[in-house]
């Protein structure tokens, strides 16, 4: 019985507690477009986040999971312009770029036999650096810029990620907008949604 309890002291005593906060780097890319009953395509546009996730344990299996990231994001179409260009492919596409600041609750989940999931969902305030647009016909590209975007945008992000080994794991998300992102007195309904794929390395 003595050597028993000293057993379970000892035991007690090396066991590490739970992490309390933990800081990741994270980067991976993106496909968003425009999405709202004014838009006429789905075409994914390519784009790429990166930046700095941390997160702090509440209690038991609950996480605070916030994040800072410069992501670039917008949409694409492309259609045969007949009236100026007769019939030549035209693609137009539009880039946004912001500073995101998500804050979202984490927890994990056992589905079947898969590995253990971690989930996490919350909003997103998303601050506007640059937006431009581009216009290819044929071999031909111009930029410009575009004043008439919202400066502010927001959203829900609804994630997971699958850990790899101690330091780094993979994350699916999806992110939707909820504003309309055009800013003129009636603006079209027009938002974006992103789905993305992006590494996480643990340093803290």
């Known amino acids: 019985m003595t050597v028993s309890l000293q057993a379970d002291i000892g035991h007690s005593i090396v066991k590490s507690p739970k992490q309390k906060f933990s800081m990741s780097l994270l980067g991976g890319g993106n496909g ?21 996730a941390g997160t ?3 209690m038991n ?27 030549v492919m035209i693609h ?19 589905i079947n036999q898969l590995p253990d999931a971690i989930i996490y969902f919350g909003p ?4 506007l650096t640059k937006s431009t ?12 810029a575009v004043d008439s975007i919202q400066k502010i945008d927001s959203g829900i ?27 003129v007195i009636n603006p079209p309904d027009l938002k974006n949604i992103s789905l993305s794929i992006m590494l996480s390395l643990k340093i803290y």
């Open 61 to 87: 299996n609950l996480k605070l999971r916030t994040e800072i990231l410069y992501i670039s994001k917008g949409s694409s179409h492309r259609e045969k312009n007949y009236d100026n260009y007769n019939g």
């Open 133 to 144: 647009t581009s216009l290819k016909i044929d071999d031909n590209i111009q930029s410009d």
């Open 157 to 183: 992000i609804l994630g997971n990620c699958y850990q790899i080994n101690d330091f780094l794991n993979l994350h699916f998300r999806l992110s939707g907008g909820l504003r309309r992102y055009i800013d």
């Open 56 to 58: 702090r344990l509440i």
């Open 32 to 52: 968003s477009m425009a999405y709202g009953l004014d838009a006429k395509q789905k075409n994914l546009k390519p784009g790429f986040s990166t930046g700095l």
């Open 124 to 127: 997103y305030l998303g601050i």
């Open 92 to 110: 137009s596409s539009l880039t946004l770029q912001y500073i995101e600041i998500p804050i979202m609750i984490q927890f994990k989940a056992k």
